[in-house]
């Protein structure tokens, strides 16, 4: 049987966050550590030196990403300390022949990184035969956000080459073991060990499964697809999402009726006149279990929802309601627990008369909204997600959730915010 490797990539900006993240994957059972893309464009190449003098008997793989005066750059990472150096598969035939012919130079060995690269299989034949020493298929983050995976080219390039093929990117201790029965001989995980809380359970969890072939459930949250949006958006806070989308604003003034109560769902859109509750009410038929009544009514009054709108709501199992305008009946709404956001709270309602319009496309505090897009609320506000872009959003406040787990465990353990993220080092000059 083939010897399996694990891999962990320390893809961190800072190396006094990386380095205990190294020590814990270590004790957890890692075979190989990777000086990630952005730890040596933030630290330079000393971040292979420190990684090579605290682990003297451990691989250490720079991922150089290397696309050009491959001869240079293979030589300094080698001199650093590194044995494996990443090239990029769209790199040039000369430029990885002369990391190929560098790395005998310097004893060290040549991964190429199939990233971006678009016939994988025809690329990993051309670079096998040019004496690279293993071939990478890496998930990119970004593609890994829009549920994307890599395990069936994997499978391919496997049977295409005989040297060595790691796989990297989204892998945890439940998809791993089909990342190694599709071929992989070495298996590099980021954030499933970097994140964590506990890096070295997370370690030793994904070396089992690694080598026992079963699955060991996840202590981190799960990224998914298409089917996982509402399992996913329920697990992270508008805060998450807000930052996972540079800092996006939720829908201005509008407040829970409940403090403490979770809303996510697909939107059922509508657009009324103040005081007319007509439509609003008649969007409850329309809507489906799970679904998210939301309505402009300009921000004022009267209520256009009340006691009866929320019980006919309870009754069908919409997901809550969320207006741009006013809401009434709040000490029955709250009995019921039920998820209201509203601008406003007043006793008096309008009258129905029909009109206006349902699952129409309409805009909240400079927010276009339409029907199926996705609304997450919490305490903290009120977001909307495009229905397009869901999987990606999700995943991308998951990752946002994960980094601030890790952030808490080192603060706990005798940091600050400020320390912990070094922002001396990182305000602008």
């Known amino acids: 049987m083939k010897k399996l490797i694990l891999q962990v990539a320390l893809d961190f900006v800072d190396m006094h966050r990386?380095?205990?993240?190294?020590?814990?994957?270590?004790?957890?059972?890692?075979?190989?550590?990777?000086?990630?893309?952005?730890?040596?464009?933030?630290?330079?190449?000393?971040?292979?030196?420190?990684?090579?003098?605290?682990?003297?008997?451990?691989?250490?793989?720079?991922?150089?990403?290397?696309?050009?005066?491959?001869?240079?750059?293979?030589?300094?990472?080698?001199?650093?300390?590194?044995?494996?150096?990443?090239?990029?598969?769209?790199?040039?035939?000369?430029t990885i022949s002369e990391c190929v012919e560098a790395a005998k130079n310097y004893g060290c060995e040549v991964a190429v990184d199939m990233i971006e690269v678009k016939d994988i299989v025809k690329r990993a034949v051309e670079v096998e035969k040019l004496g690279v020493n293993y071939i990478g298929i890496h998930t990119s983050v970004d593609m890994q956000m829009r549920g994307k995976s890599s395990f069936d080219i994997l499978k391919k390039v496997v049977a295409a080459v005989n040297i060595p093929v790691s796989i990297a990117g989204g892998i945890n201790s439940e998809?791993?073991?089909?990342?190694?029965?599709?071929?992989?001989?070495?298996?590099?995980?980021?954030?499933?060990?970097?994140?964590?809380?506990?890096?070295?359970?997370?370690a030793q969890d994904i070396k089992k499964a690694m080598t026992s072939l079963k699955k060991i459930n996840t202590k981190l949250f799960k990224r998914g697809g298409e089917k996982d949006i509402a399992a996913i958006l329920k697990q992270i806070s508008t805060a998450n999402l807000s930052d996972a989308l540079h800092r996006m604003p939720s829908l201005a003034g509008i407040k829970p009726v409940i403090n403490g109560l979770k809303l996510v769902g697909k939107a059922v859109t509508v657009r009324t006149y103040p005081g007319d509750w007509a439509k609003p009410v008649e969007a409850i038929d329309i809507a489906e279990p799970g679904d998210v009544v939301i309505i402009d009514v300009s921000g004022v009054g009267p209520a256009v929802w009340g006691g009866l709108a929320t019980t006919s709501c309870v009754r069908k199992k919409i997901a809550g309601v969320v207006i741009n305008g006013a809401i009434r009946d709040t000490d029955e709404i709250r009995k019921f627990k039920f998820p209201a956001f509203s601008k406003l709270i007043m006793s008096n309602a309008g009258e129905p008369k029909g009109f206006?319009?349902?699952?129409?496309?309409?805009?909240?505090?400079?927010?276009?909204?339409?029907?199926?897009?996705?609304?997450?609320?919490?305490?903290?506000?009120?977001?909307?997600?495009?229905?397009?872009?869901?999987?990606?959003?999700?995943?991308?406040?998951?990752?946002?959730?994960?980094?601030?787990?890790?952030?808490?465990?080192?603060?706990?353990?005798?940091?600050?915010?400020?320390?912990?993220?070094?922002?001396?080092?990182?305000?602008?000059?």
Do not use: H
Request: proline share 3%.
């Open 356 to 429: 206006g319009e349902i699952n129409v496309p309409i805009t909240i505090s400079g927010v276009k909204i339409f029907p199926g897009d996705w609304i997450v609320a919490d305490d903290d506000g009120v977001m909307v997600i495009p229905k397009e872009k869901a999987v990606e959003y999700a995943n991308r406040a998951m990752d946002v959730l994960e980094k601030e787990n890790r952030l808490s465990k080192e603060i706990l353990e005798g940091g600050t915010l400020s320390s912990v993220m070094n922002l001396l080092k990182w305000e602008k000059k």
């Open 175 to 202: 998809n791993i073991v089909e990342a190694v029965k599709a071929g992989a001989s070495i298996v590099i995980v980021g954030g499933s060990i970097t994140k964590a809380k506990d890096a070295k359970k997370a």
């Open 18 to 94: 990386a380095m205990p993240a190294a020590k814990e994957a270590v004790a957890g059972g890692v075979d190989w550590l990777e000086a990630g893309t952005p730890l040596i464009k933030a630290e330079g190449l000393d971040a292979i030196r420190e990684l090579k003098a605290k682990f003297p008997n451990k691989v250490i793989v720079a991922d150089m990403k290397t696309m050009d005066v491959g001869r240079a750059e293979v030589e300094i990472a080698a001199k650093a300390g590194a044995k494996i150096v990443d090239v990029l598969g769209v790199a040039s035939d000369s």
